[in-house]
Structure formats: structure tokens, C-alpha cells
């Protein structure tokens, strides 16, 4: 039996934050992608280059959902990942916020890739893109060794705010917020 309880308390905190232009959780799939891609670019066409900035930024993170994340459910024999994101209108901008459980042995290395892109200019980051792009890489390492955190921090041009809680011995919740400025 489902916790209404606990579903109307999301409802409740989703109530409070203002100018939510979409919110999921849920399984992350390529067609979800696509739809969610056409309703982003209708709800911020007062915006084009945002909206466009905004697009690549959820395509990026929801791919790393997708590829990533250590949260599966099985639909029709098909291993599916989970996650969640939430794009809200700001004042000065789109706030895109995702987040999905990942496994405690790979949240450092996460944190420290992390951290070096939010330490990287405009410049050091296009610079450690190609570097991390011509790196070997071990086998056990993400196949796209960060570039695409690295892409989203070059295309919102903002910091990466990551925070992360452990919820068992072997998985933490990680989330990643970046805004696009208008």
C-alpha cells in the first residue's frame, strides 16, 4: 500500500517551490529524453539561446542518469535507470537540478572530477575536455571519463553545485545543480 503521507509531503514541497517548468522520477529513458527535449523547448522559447543552453545541459545529465545510475527497475524484461530532475524559472535564470543514487566507491572520484571543473576557467575547462578526451582511461571508469559534466559546465557557464547523503553502506544519493543564466 502506498504512503499518501509521504507522497502528499512531496506534493507539499513541490507546492512551495515556485515556477517548476518539469519535475520526474522515475525510470530515464531515450523516448522520455525526446519528449521531455520538445516540452523544454516550448516552455522557454521566450528565451532561445537559454532554451538551447538548457536543452544540451538536460540531455547531458539525464544521458549520465541513464548510463549511471546505480538505481534499476526491470519493465518488460528491460533493465531501466532511475533518477529524478527538476527545472525551475529563477529570476536570473533556469535552475536545472538532477539527481540519482550512485555507488559509495565511485561518489570521490565523482566529487574530485567534481570539484577540478568548478576550479577550471573557460578556457581549462575546453583544455582539460581535450585531455580527458585523448586520456586512457581504465576499463572501470565511466566510459565518457567526465566529459560530460565538464560540457555542462562549459555550456552554463556557472559553477556545479553537487551535494550527496549516504543512504545504505554501498549508495548515496548524488545530486548536481547548475544554473543557466539568462
Given at each position: ?15 512551495t ?139 552554463a557557464?556557472t ?20 544554473t543557466?543564466?539568462?
Amino acid at each position: 500500500m502506498a504512503d499518501y503521507s509521504s507522497l502528499y509531503h512531496y506534493y507539499l514541497a513541490m507546492s512551495t517551490t515556485q515556477n517548476v517548468l518539469l519535475s520526474y522520477k522515475g525510470p530515464v529513458t531515450p523516448p522520455l529524453m525526446a519528449e521531455i527535449s520538445r516540452d523544454i523547448a516550448q516552455k522557454i522559447s521566450d528565451h532561445p539561446k537559454t532554451g538551447k543552453r538548457v536543452f544540451a545541459i538536460f540531455i547531458e545529465l539525464a544521458q549520465n542518469i541513464l548510463y549511471y545510475s546505480a538505481e534499476k527497475t526491470f519493465v518488460v524484461s528491460r533493465q531501466e535507470s532511475i533518477g529524478c530532475f527538476m527545472i525551475t524559472r529563477q529570476e536570473d535564470g533556469i535552475l536545472c537540478e538532477f539527481g540519482n543514487l550512485v555507488e559509495n566507491e565511485y561518489l570521490d572520484d565523482l566529487v574530485e572530477s567534481c570539484n577540478t571543473i568548478n576550479s577550471l576557467d573557460k578556457d581549462g575547462l575546453r583544455e582539460y575536455k581535450r585531455q580527458q578526451r585523448n586520456s586512457d582511461m581504465p576499463s572501470d571508469r565511466s566510459k565518457g571519463a567526465g566529459i560530460g559534466l565538464i560540457q555542462v559546465a562549459i555550456t552554463a557557464e556557472t559553477p556545479l553545485i553537487i551535494r550527496y547523503e549516504s543512504v545504505s553502506e554501498n549508495l548515496s544519493f548524488f545530486s548536481l545543480s547548475v544554473t543557466v543564466k539568462f
